[in-house]
């Protein structure tokens, strides 16, 4: 009852149950907000075949461990495209694949088969690349060669043993 002589509202014409009520409902539509924005988008990192790919990992290491005993290390160009693929080594022989993989964005990436136009010296192409870091990935069926890669580059890539990658590579396998 209230003091002043008028009668009570009711609850839904008073101020403090709508501002009450406001912070769980405001919560409630964050909730859904969330929850249909998890369901309409994909993450574009995780994988599919987790088990397979964690399986692969030895045969992958020994290809790249096959690249050092090997002495194999390329040099690539990219321009407008085009990619080069300078080989030296005893990698002269069979097709070479290049991969180039965008960390976090799946459907970027770029497979291409490279055409072998004298020894050592092998092309391709591709679609021009975003600006940003690569992974590049230069392999035979015997051998691979990995590396990261900034684009728009300045210069070429190098990959294999006197690459800074494999320096890294080599001085992690030392220690």
Partial sequence: MRTDGMPPQPWYRERWPWILMAGPALVVVASLISAWLAIRSDDGLV?????????????????S?????????????????????????????????????????????QSVNLAALRPGVYEGQVQPPQPGRWHVVLEAHDWRLAGDWMLPA?????LGARSPAGAAQSQERNQ
Avoid: C
């Fill in 47 to 63: 994988i599919d075949d987790y088990y397979k790919q964690g399986l692969a990992i030895n045969r992958t290491l020994s290809r």
């Fill in 65 to 109: 461990e096959a690249a050092a005993r090997l002495g194999i290390e390329a040099e690539l160009h990219l321009a407008d495209g085009h990619i080069r693929v300078l080989l030296a080594g005893a990698a002269g022989r069979g097709a070479l694949t290049l991969r180039l993989v965008y960390p976090t964005r799946s459907g970027m990436d």
């Fill in 154 to 158: 300045a210069g070429a890539l190098m």
